[in-house]
């Protein structure tokens, strides 16, 4: 093999890890240190109507992402009907999927829209996408079939 075969290969090589790890970082839900919504637990913004930090050893697998619950009774609801609390756009940010990119979120930085969770980025762009929220959910929804399977996340 000549030595400019094995720098293609390796090249190649290098390329498909950057995409690998670009795939995991973006899955169907935003993900921080391997948990989704950084953690918190979907069930406790309908249930406390507050954001709750969930515990780890009550965890949860749901479409390839590992939830947290703050109790047995929380994950016990999430897991007879997870698509009740999973929150809107994978739990990236909703205003982001609106522009039509992924964004972080922010699990203190949410809504309960007609029984749906929204996250978003920052308290900044919460108060942009709350005085347009009807107008931005109708657009995230019109871009999430395309954005969804991006594999870049905005930090």
Request: proline letters at 4%.
């Amino acid at each position: 093999m000549s030595p400019h075969t094995v720098v293609t290969w390796a090249a190649v090589g290098l390329t498909c890890s950057f995409v690998m790890a670009g795939q995991v970082r973006a899955g169907e839900f935003y993900e921080k240190h391997g948990v989704a919504i950084d953690g918190y637990d979907p069930v406790a913004y309908f249930e406390d109507h507050k954001a709750v930090k969930g515990n780890d050893t009550l965890a949860y697998s749901y479409k390839g992402s590992i939830f947290w619950f703050a109790s047995p009774s929380h994950r016990d609801r999430f897991t007879t009907t997870p698509e009740r609390f999973a929150p809107q756009f994978g739990g990236f940010c909703a205003y982001g999927i609106a522009e039509g990119t992924k964004a972080k979120s922010d699990g203190d930085v949410w809504e309960i829209v007609d029984g749906k969770l929204y996250l978003n980025y920052d308290r900044g762009i919460q108060t942009k996408w709350t005085r347009g929220k009807d107008v931005f959910i109708r657009e995230a929804e019109a871009q999430w079939p395309s954005v969804q399977s991006s594999t870049f996340v905005h930090q």
